[in-house]
Nanobody, 126 residues
Framework: QVQLVESGGGVVQAGGSLRLSCAAS????????MGWFRQAPGKEREFVSA????????SYGDFVKGRFTISTDNTKNTVYLQMNSLKPEDTAVYYC???????????????????WGQGTQVTVSS
């Protein structure tokens, strides 16, 4: 089993920055890929970014457009999402996800992951 705990959310003005953290515990030695998703009120959960546990295989959702950076620190069992140039439309609950194997689905899909955190709220004011 793997447990995920997100932190770093908050309220920020448009144009500001936040860094989200996702601390993994449990069987982290078997982790394959980590991802970030977000869900705004009344909308479906959508893909933000993914990275392999070793730090490669990085991908981003189309809306990111160079504003976010995903990274890992294996010494701390933590994945980060640095978010810059935030917009009001980035307001959402941000979720961390993890998988220990290739589940046969795209890592941009929810079903590509086995484990989920509880989420952290990001609010961007205009």
């Amino acid at each position: 089993q793997v447990q995920l705990v997100e932190s770093g959310g908050g309220v920020v003005q448009a144009g500001g920055s936040l860094r989200l953290s996702c601390a993994a515990s449990g069987r982290t030695d078997t982790l394959y890929f980590m991802g970030w998703f977000r869900q705004a009120p009344g909308k479906e959960r959508e893909f933000v970014s993914a990275i392999s546990w070793s730090g490669g295989g990085i991908s981003y959702g189309d809306f990111v457009k160079g504003r976010f950076t995903i990274s890992t620190d294996n010494t701390k069992n933590t994945v980060y999402l640095q978010m810059n140039s935030l917009k009001p439309e980035d307001t959402a609950v941000y979720y961390c996800a993890a998988t220990r194997r290739d589940r046969g689905f795209s890592l941009t899909e929810l079903r590509g992951y086995d484990y989920w955190g509880q989420g952290t709220q990001v609010t961007v004011s205009s």
